[in-house]
Nanobody
Framework: QVQLVESGGGLVQAGGSLKLSCAAS????????MAWFRQAPGKEREFLTA????????YYAESVKGRFTIDRDNAKNMVYLRMNSLEPEETAVYYC????????????????????WGQGTQVTVSS
């Protein structure tokens, strides 16, 4: 079992930045693919980015490419999401996810590829 706990959410003005963190416990992250999703009220969960176990491959959704950066520190069992130029429509609960497999971006964008999820952290972007 893997437990994931997100932190770093909060209120930010439009155009601002936030860095989210995801702390893992229960199993070393080194063998897991990691990802970030978000879900706004009344909307489906949206894939943002994924990174494979050895940092060798990273995917970004088009909506965040160039503004968001995923990183991981396997030694610390941590995953991070740096978000720049945030917009009000990006207000959502942001989730960290982990899974044992790696594949195409279409595959890794699927929620059901991930076995473990955090509880989420709220990000609110004010206009």
């Amino acid at each position: 079992q893997v437990q994931l706990v997100e932190s770093g959410g909060g209120l930010v003005q439009a155009g601002g930045s936030l860095k989210l963190s995801c702390a893992a416990s229960g199993r070393p992250l080194v063998s897991l693919a990691m990802a970030w999703f978000r879900q706004a009220p009344g909307k489906e969960r949206e894939f943002l980015t994924a990174i494979n176990h050895d940092y060798g491959s990273i995917y970004y959704a088009e909506s965040v490419k160039g503004r968001f950066t995923i990183d991981r520190d396997n030694a610390k069992n941590m995953v991070y999401l740096r978000m720049n130029s945030l917009e009000p429509e990006e207000t959502a609960v942001y989730y960290c996810a982990a899974g044992p497999r790696w594949g195409s971006i279409a595959t890794m964008a699927r929620s059901d590829e991930y076995d473990y999820w955090g509880q989420g952290t709220q990000v609110t972007v004010s206009s």
